[in-house]
């Protein structure tokens, strides 16, 4: 079946350490993104990627970094630096920028 | 500035009521637009998606929404809703396809009363 994995579901992390969050897709999408969810709150977006090896900053970048050397993976990484970590994590692509985003189940991190 | 606004955070309707959630956006043109729905803790789900043609769209679940570009609106519909339609709702734009991502409203959460 055709779609989008995110793992782990739940991740727990110590303050002050680097984390990544996994994101695959075998959809043959261009485009991928990274979304931020806190409680009753809507998306913000963090990273999105057109093509490979290609990224741009959304609207919330800061503390976080991203890479994109295959197509069908868009990993991101958590660092130290940013402020408050603690949220749901939503991974998503399509076909092209304007398109219907799919996503992924999402990735709950806890920082302690 | 261009922008998503989904007026209502929170609405509550009793089981076999109809729905109607509202959306509105800022754009020139006659944007994409879409619908989505999201249950507690999981990704979200496309309801349906309007590119052109009849402005009237059907989607899943027995869901409908229509475009009003008088109004500027693209409003989500369902005749009578179930208590699994208990979630959260995310009206969507696009102002050109291939050019602009996804711009995403607030959300509206629905709860549903048996």
């Known amino acids: 079946d055709g779609g989008i994995t995110q793992s782990p579901k739940y991740l727990f992390r110590k303050e002050g350490q680097n984390v990544t969050l996994s994101c695959e897709q075998n959809l043959n999408h261009d485009a991928m993104y990274w979304y931020r969810q806190d409680p009753g709150q809507g998306l913000r977006l963090i990273y999105y990627?057109?093509?490979?090896?290609?990224?741009q900053k959304g609207d919330i970048a800061e503390g976080y970094s991203v890479s994109r050397e295959k197509k069908e993976s868009f990993p991101l990484t958590v660092t130290s630096a940013q402020k408050n970590p603690t949220a749901f994590y939503l991974c998503a692509s399509s076909t092209g920028l304007g398109d219907e985003q799919f996503f992924g189940p999402g990735t709950r991190l806890t920082v302690l | 500035a261009q922008s998503v606004t989904q007026p209502d955070i929170h609405i509550t309707v009793s089981e076999g009521a109809s729905l109607e959630l509202r959306c509105n956006y800022s754009y020139g043109a006659t944007p994409y637009l879409f619908w989505y729905v999201q249950s507690p803790g999981q990704g979200l789900q496309l309801l349906l998606k309007?590119?052109?043609?009849?402005?009237l769209v059907q989607g899943i679940k027995g869901f409908e929404a229509e475009f009003k570009r008088s109004q500027s609106s693209f409003n989500l519909r369902k005749p009578s809703v179930h208590w699994s339609d208990a979630a959260e709702y995310f009206c969507a734009v696009a102002p050109s396809y291939n050019t602009d991502k996804l711009i995403f409203g607030t959300g509206t959460r629905l709860q549903v009363f048996p």
């Open positions: 990627s057109q093509i490979v090896n290609d990224f």
């Open positions: 309007y590119f052109s043609g009849d402005t």
